[in-house]
């Protein structure tokens, strides 16, 4: 739409003078929107061909004829590739719609205590070959009105990082609780840390720290992107506190207009 969009400020000098900036972002407004519609549509269209050679892959695979082991490692390694392409398309489909708000009107009474323990249970696979000391400090009947899948994403984010960025048998405190005034979730991790020139850049689309780490690890560069604009439609504060090969704490606040 050609709508005209102002960005407004308003300054105050001392107790008399008032300066009103208006910016037209019309036009930076449409770009991002086009960039928004084209990054969904190619999402959505590469799942179909991906199911498609998913398919025939699994289909050789489970085939009685015995592959030769040249064929074998060649199928082997495209059905990993597939799997992270997979990943990655599911990721860029969440993404979008969280960017785009699309679930916004889907808001309920969702209790974070219940959905962190559920979350749990969920990762209890992924931490079978780390061997993480876990510890859960999870204060019970705390509830926020918001999106109970977007909610979900985010925590289950923060949590399968530490999981995944910490070195075998490494040490995880997560923790819930209600500051009095703000609802806290904490994913603290004694894995290797981030150094301070990085952790501002963590939450933009496909920043990794160190892309071939991460690529070991599956990840996608998005989650942290994922992360944020849930909570920018949830009232909700991410903070970072990380040292350098000490370890990394991802801090989730939400505000009382929502916290009940
Ligand atoms: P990815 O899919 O790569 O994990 P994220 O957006 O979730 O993408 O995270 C972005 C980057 O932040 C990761 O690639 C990693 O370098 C860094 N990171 C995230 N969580 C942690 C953590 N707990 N410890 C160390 N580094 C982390």
Redesign the pocket.
């Known amino acids: 739409n050609n709508e005209l969009q102002l960005e407004l400020r308003m300054m105050t000098y001392g107790s008399d003078q008032i300066l009103l900036l208006a910016r037209d972002i019309s036009k930076i407004q449409r770009l991002e929107e086009m960039r928004r519609d084209f990054v969904a549509n190619v999402s959505h269209e590469l799942k179909t061909p991906l199911t498609v050679v998913r398919g025939y892959v699994e289909m050789v695979q489970a085939s009685e004829t015995a592959l030769d082991p040249h064929w074998k490692k060649a199928f082997t390694t495209i059905e990993t590739q597939v799997s992270r392409m997979d990943r990655l398309v599911e ?1 860029l489909l969440v993404l979008s719609k969280v960017e785009n708000n699309v679930d916004g009107d889907k808001h309920q009474q969702v209790d974070l205590s219940r959905l962190i323990i559920s979350i749990f249970e969920e990762v209890q696979w992924l931490n079978q070959d780390k061997n993480h000391s876990i510890t859960k400090d999870i204060s019970a009947n705390l509830s926020i009105n918001g999106n109970e899948q977007e909610l979900k994403s985010a925590c289950l ?2 949590i399968t ?2 999981i ?3 070195p075998a048998c490494g040490v995880i405190d997560v923790s819930l609780r209600d500051d009095g005034n703000k609802i806290r979730f904490s ?1 603290k ?1 004694n ?4 150094k301070p020139e ?1 952790v501002n850049r ?2 933009e689309r496909f ?5 071939s ?2 690529r070991n ?11 944020k604009h849930v909570l920018n439609h949830h009232h909700g504060e991410l903070s970072i506190e ?1 040292e350098w090969q000490k ?2 704490e ?1 801090i989730i606040c939400f505000s009382p207009e929502i916290a009940k």
């Open positions: 990721q984010n923060l990082n530490a995944a960025y910490t994913v991790d894995g290797p840390g981030i990085h963590l939450t920043f990794r720290v160190d892309k780490r991460s690890t599956g990840g996608s560069g998005l989650g942290l992107a994922i992360v990380s370890g990394s991802f």
